[in-house]
């Protein structure tokens, strides 16, 4: 806004005063508005009458409308296209050369995008603040335009665009591990700095956008160029001419950062905002990183710094320009960049991937750059943050993946039980046969009640015979007998209409009888039913069930699992979902049972089970996730594993897989952004649990925005487990591009990683076995489950058996996949793990390892991985229980028991304590010490009571001819599992010892009936059987 003042006498021109200045945004054109009107503050210049004579003064404002003849982009090109914003922030801890006195300096930053017709256009950020620090920059402050003719102080701030910050370990770039926060806090506090704050804009057409999105698939890494320019001043009045001698001069302080984008590759990611260290500008250490050969400020010319003036928004077919400076006492010109300008009829290389097999150039030494170094020594870094307006690759939302999940399994809800039906046909007859009872023991009182108040007790057989005789006698004849039966007809015939469903007539009359024979079985059967509910007192008790918890039938399984005999194991899974069928963690175990022999259709019907009962179960959407991947079904996997790390964007296990199945798919940016995600969860769970600890502790610190943790860092994929102890000391590596070398080598594995997999044991006491008998599952007892704990997470036991949070997110992939039997996933997460800057061969590395040679019977492999296990953790029990295993299966059960006996001498237990127990009972009794063995199966009836520790137990009593107490633990094994031979055949001999002679007969029949296979103790029977002369019905 310009005040013309009237022209004084003797004035050649009338003379003119700028009141302020607004600033209109046209973005709203380049969202296809054709027409926009907005209210644009007014902001008075220095000295202005506008400027308010107090505060509380209204502000004045514009009303400014605008108008063009038709949409600046079609349709298509708004779809298609994108917006691209940067925001420079600021560059930290500059070198101390860097001082505000002396000649003047303009401090630059630029970088170049894909533009209109895919050529490239390059952004530049001029004239940074040097501050000398001693305080924080506010936040959140305002995003400044990057236009150079602002003069009104204010109307340089974009309206509602604002730098907010944000915590340190939330950023994508660089110096965000929480021991970076000391050295960024005293940068961005104390030291020295340049401040930009500027916002610049660039619209890509869909050209661009697909030239940008492949760029960055190529390159990866973005550079980002620093310079300082010394500024010159003009004599007043005089043009200003450019020093010919300072054109050709070395670039000032020539840095480059740089940025990796591939995190705008991530479906659903538009911005990404970080700390990116400055690096001396070394040819071939920019073309090696980023493919680019052209440097933004020693290639071009000093247009560039002009094309930056002209606009808000920057386009690339701006023209250079001259703008006209409203005082015009001084003109400042910059000192060209070295280099002339190309031809205007040459396109300047650009940042695109160079083909040529042509060598570079020899790269000066170091020694050519030494200002650039000096950013190094510095630690200089510059906060940068590139939005998008439109994600790059959209994300799926969780209603669209939730619907698709609904439509592969769709919800089962359970049936609603009929009122009527066969059940109540059934419950008719019941009543009629009570009502019809009690009938005929009226009649029978009214006909013999004296006779047997009479005699009481004392009536004989013969007196029972005669008076059932004249009760039928005399029902016959007065036609009861009849009434009675029509009585029940019509309860009988619902039963064969709703129970057998027999509507039509039969075909054949040998049809008709059998199923008569049918039909008088079962009505036999309830008419009994039905007089044991109406006399109790008259009927003998009959013997009480013995109730297994779902729990008991879990360990019963898995014993069955280890001795291999699967059909047993299956038998008790069965079991549990027939009395649960509601309950998915019985379809994930049975599921998991089928995983074990390989089933995997079956299995995959039993975790689509579960998951139609939950849909938000986050483990059934693993399995089911896992089971596609097995069956090669690829797209419904995607679909599951994006699922569930929707439903639960912290769990670890989920972006893992997400990781690996992307690996399967070749797809290495989106395997980078899973991992990325999943140490992020992990890192912050361990800084969580950090807090936890000290408030339980009462030993609280307050960790800060970005904060570092005193006692523990963490590196890019976990913790580094500095010991055995229980204290964990986490360590990360320094330098910034761990992450990227690691995921070079991830790259490199996949090829190797697609041979055949060998399924693998785990050491989580979870999980079922394989027919090798390892026995690294714990038996399922009361779960006190953590309230804070994820959902889905399955804690490893440490070695010490008590829980520890995983190292790294592969480690603790593998356990849940250990858990669930999904072993072919292993050996690849195993080779992740080894190459993992914080994995790396450790203890629990060479456990699993280990397993996988005793799958394979490769005994001597297993024992030399379970040696470095040993040397890593020499007083860890889990080591000597897989020790005491591998002996035990190799027939070596002396150095087994040694390896047992450690293990339980321990303070601390293993992770599979009730097999070591098994194991080394079953030791003593074959070494015949029978004291010790008593001893060891009592410690296992304790912990976890089963058919197999009774049984022990009874044995080791038997041996010692305690009788009494073998019969007692033997009764109790045979009421857990009455289809085992073997505590038959010692039940048996029992009896034989106490001449029991109908007891041990009953005893040796369901043994020879069962098929006992110890010949050793079959013969045993035979002799004592001899020896009493009984026992035997075949004698």
């Not at 021991?179 to 401040?195: G, L, M, P, S, W």
């Given at each position: 806004m310009t005040?013309?003042?009237p022209?004084e006498?003797?004035?050649k021109d009338?003379k003119?005063?700028i009141l302020g200045?607004?600033?209109v945004d046209?973005i ?13 503050p ?10 308010p004579?107090?505060s509380g ?7 400014v409308?605008?108008f ?14 994108n ?5 420079l922030?600021?560059?930290?801890s500059v ?9 003047l300096?303009n401090?630059?930053i630029g970088?170049?995008v ?7 256009y ?6 940074g ?5 001693g ?12 236009i ?13 665009a604002?730098?907010?910050g944000g915590?340190?370990?939330e ?15 005293q ?11 500027l ?6 057409d ?11 698939a ?6 980002v ?10 004599p007043?009045?005089k043009a200003?001419?450019f020093?010919k001698?300072?054109d050709?001069?070395?670039l000032?302080?020539?840095g ?11 479906p659903?990611?538009?911005r990404?905002r970080g ?17 680019c050969s052209f440097?933004?400020?020693r290639d071009?010319?000093h247009?560039?710094v ?6 808000g928004i920057n386009?690339?077919?701006?023209k ?9 006492d ?15 009829d040459?396109?300047?290389?650009s ?9 570079l150039?020899v790269?000066?030494?170091?020694s ?6 000096q950013?190094?020594?510095?630690g200089?870094?510059?906060?940068l ?10 994300k799926?939302m ?10 592969m399994?769709p919800?089962?809800p359970?049936?609603?039980r009929?009122?009527g039906?066969?059940q109540?046909a059934?419950s008719d ?6 009502n019809?009872s ?7 009182h009214?006909?013999f009640?004296k ?9 004989d057989?013969?007196t029972?015979?005669?008076?059932k005789?004249q009760l039928?006698y005399?029902?016959?004849?007065s036609?009861?007998y009849f009434?009675?039966k ?5 309860a009988?015939v619902?039963?064969v ?6 509507t039509t ?8 009888q ?6 008088y079985?079962?009505?036999?059967d ?5 007089l ?5 007192d ?11 918890s779902?729990?008991q039938l879990r360990?019963?399984a898995f014993?069955a ?7 047993m194991?299956?038998v008790?899974y069965?079991e ?19 995983l074990?022999?390989?089933d995997?259709?079956?299995a995959?019907?039993c975790?689509q ?8 179960h986050?483990?059934?959407l693993?399995l089911c996730?896992?089971?596609a ?9 995607e ?5 569930a790390?929707?439903l639960?964007?912290?769990n670890v ?7 690996l199945?992307?690996?399967i ?6 395997m980078?952004?899973a ?9 912050a ?15 609280v ?8 943790v ?5 590196g ?7 010991s ?5 000391k986490?360590?990360?590596?320094a330098g ?24 693998t044991q ?6 079922s076995q ?5 026995l ?12 804070c ?6 804690l490893y ?8 949070t995983?190292?790294t ?7 849940f ?14 080779a ?7 994995g790396?061969p450790?203890?629990e590395?060479?456990?699993?390892l ?5 799958l394979k ?9 379970l ?8 007083l860890?029990p889990?080591?000597?229980g897989?020790?005491?295993?591998l002996?035990?299966?190799?027939g070596?059960h002396?150095?087994?028991?040694a390896?047992?006996e450690?293990?339980i ?15 080394l009972?079953?030791?003593?009794l074959e ?17 976890s009571?089963?058919?197999l520790?009774w049984?022990?137990l009874?044995i080791a009593?038997?041996?010692?001819e305690e ?16 289809y085992n ?10 009896s034989?010892k ?9 005893a ?9 296979k110890?010949e050793?103790l079959?013969?045993?029977?035979h002799?004592?059987q001899e ?7 075949s004698?």
């Amino acid at each position: 806004m310009t005040e013309v003042l009237p022209k004084e006498k003797k004035q050649k021109d009338e003379k003119t005063l700028i009141l302020g200045q607004a600033v209109v945004d046209l973005i709203p054109l380049l969202e296809g508005e054709s027409s926009f009107e907005t209210m644009a503050p007014l902001h008075p210049v220095p000295g202005s009458p506008l400027e308010p004579l107090r505060s509380g003064v209204k502000q004045c404002s514009l009303e400014v409308k605008v108008f063009v003849a038709e949409p600046l982009l079609t349709t298509a090109q708004i779809l298609g296209g994108n917006l691209l914003k940067v925001t420079l922030e600021a560059a930290y801890s500059v070198p101390e050369s860097f001082i505000p006195v002396g000649p003047l300096q303009n401090y630059m930053i630029g970088l170049q995008v894909p533009s209109v017709g895919e050529k490239d256009y390059s952004i530049l950020f001029k004239n940074g603040t040097l501050k000398l620090g001693g305080e924080r920059e506010p936040v959140p402050r305002p995003k400044k335009w990057p236009i150079a003719n602002i003069l009104a102080p204010g109307a340089n701030n974009i309206p509602d665009a604002f730098i907010i910050g944000g915590p340190y370990e939330e950023e994508d770039g660089e110096l965000n591990r929480p021991e970076d926060k000391e050295f960024r806090n005293q940068a961005e506090c104390i030291k020295k700095r340049i401040i930009w704050d500027l916002e610049s804009r660039c619209y890509l057409d869909p050209p661009a956008v697909a030239s940008f999105q492949k760029r960055i698939a190529d390159c990866r890494f973005w550079p980002v160029e620093i310079t300082r320019v010394p500024l010159t001043i003009a004599p007043k009045g005089k043009a200003a001419k450019f020093d010919k001698a300072d054109d050709e001069s070395q670039l000032s302080f020539h840095g480059v950062a740089y940025v990796n984008m591939v995190p705008l590759l991530y479906p659903g990611v538009k911005r990404i905002r970080g700390a990116f260290h400055v690096y001396p500008y070394l040819d071939s250490t920019v073309y090696e990183k980023t493919k680019c050969s052209f440097s933004l400020f020693r290639d071009t010319g000093h247009h560039l710094v002009q094309n930056n003036k002209i606009g808000g928004i920057n386009s690339p077919l701006s023209k250079p320009a001259v703008s006209k400076n409203v005082k015009e006492d001084k003109t400042v010109k910059e000192k060209d960049i070295e280099g002339k300008p190309r031809p205007g009829d040459m396109q300047p290389p650009s940042i695109k991937s160079q083909s040529s097999d042509t060598p570079l150039e020899v790269e000066p030494p170091l020694s050519h750059n030494p200002e650039g170094q000096q950013y190094v020594e510095a630690g200089t870094y510059i906060v940068l943050e590139i939005q998008l307006d439109k994600a790059l690759v959209p994300k799926r939302m969780p209603e669209e993946l939730a619907r698709r999940v609904k439509e592969m399994i769709p919800p089962r809800p359970p049936l609603t039980r009929r009122t009527g039906g066969a059940q109540k046909a059934v419950s008719d007859y019941h009543t009629q046969v009570k009502n019809i009872s009690r009938a005929i023991l009226d009649e029978y009182h009214r006909m013999f009640g004296k006779q047997v108040a009479k005699l009481g007790s004392d009536m004989d057989s013969e007196t029972l015979e005669e008076q059932k005789c004249q009760l039928n006698y005399e029902l016959n004849c007065s036609g009861k007998y009849f009434a009675f039966k029509e009585q029940l007809k019509h309860a009988v015939v619902k039963i064969v209409r709703e129970k057998y469903l027999k509507t039509t007539s039969f075909e054949s009359q040998e049809e008709l009888q059998t199923f008569i024979s049918e039909l008088y079985v079962f009505l036999v059967d309830q008419m009994h039913v039905a007089l044991n509910q109406t006399m109790p007192d008259d009927i003998q008790g009959t013997v009480p069930t013995i109730y297994t918890s779902s729990e008991q039938l879990r360990l019963f399984a898995f014993e069955a699992e280890v001795n291999e005999n699967f059909e047993m194991a299956a038998v008790y899974y069965e079991e549990r979902l027939v009395r649960e069928p509601q309950n998915l963690e019985h379809w994930l175990d049975y599921g998991a049972f089928c995983l074990l022999t390989e089933d995997n259709i079956k299995a995959q019907e039993c975790f689509q089970k579960a998951l139609s009962l939950n849909q938000n179960h986050i483990q059934s959407l693993l399995l089911c996730g896992v089971l596609a991947v097995l069956m090669e079904n690829y797209e419904q996997a995607e679909i599951f594993f994006e699922d569930a790390t929707c439903l639960e964007p912290t769990n670890v296990v989920a972006w893992t897989l997400l990781g690996l199945y992307y690996e399967i798919q070749n797809n290495d940016i989106r395997m980078e952004m899973a991992f990325h995600e999943a140490f992020k969860q992990l890192q912050a769970r361990m800084l969580q649990a950090q807090i936890m600890k000290q408030r339980s502790t009462g030993t609280v610190e307050y960790i800060e925005e970005g904060g570092k943790v005193e006692e523990s860092s963490l590196g890019p994929w976990g913790i580094t487990n500095g010991s055995s102890a229980t204290a964990i000391k986490v360590e990360a590596p320094a330098g910034p591009s761990i992450l990227d070398d690691f995921l070079e080598e991830s790259s490199k594995l996949q090829s190797d990683s697609r041979e055949h997999i060998i399924s693998t044991q785990s050491q989580d006491p979870t999980i079922s076995q394989k027919p090798s008998n390892i026995l690294l599952k714990e038996m399922p007892v009361k779960k006190e489950t953590s309230k804070c704990q994820d959902s889905s997470i399955v804690l490893y036991p440490s070695p010490y058996g008590v829980s520890q949070t995983p190292a790294t997110i592969f480690m603790e992939t593998i356990r849940f996949l250990m858990k669930v039997n999904a072993v072919q996933y292993v050996h690849r997460v195993l080779a992740h793990e080894l190459l993992c800057p914080q994995g790396g061969p450790s203890c629990e590395y060479y456990l699993v390892l280990a397993q996988t040679h005793l799958l394979k019977k490769d005994f001597a492999k297993a024992e030399e991985c379970l040696q470095q296990a040993a040397q890593m953790d020499y007083l860890n029990p889990n080591v000597w229980g897989v020790k005491g295993h591998l002996y035990f299966l190799s027939g070596n059960h002396a150095e087994a028991k040694a390896c047992y006996e450690r293990t339980i001498s321990f303070v601390v237990d293993a992770s599979e304590m009730h097999f070591i127990f098994l194991r080394l009972g079953q030791i003593y009794l074959e070494e015949k010490e029978y004291e010790k063995a008593k001893k060891t199966y009592l410690q296992a009836c304790k912990r976890s009571p089963s058919c197999l520790t009774w049984l022990g137990l009874g044995i080791a009593c038997y041996r010692l001819e305690e009788l009494t107490e073998a019969e007692d633990a033997l009764s109790e094994a045979n009421a857990l599992n009455n289809y085992n031979a073997e505590v038959w055949a010692y039940l048996a001999l029992v009896s034989l010892k106490a001449g029991r002679q109908l007891e041990a007969e009953q005893a040796y029949k369901y043994t020879m009936k069962l098929k006992l296979k110890d010949e050793t103790l079959l013969a045993e029977i035979h002799m004592v059987q001899e020896t009493v002369g009984f026992g035997n019905p075949s004698f």
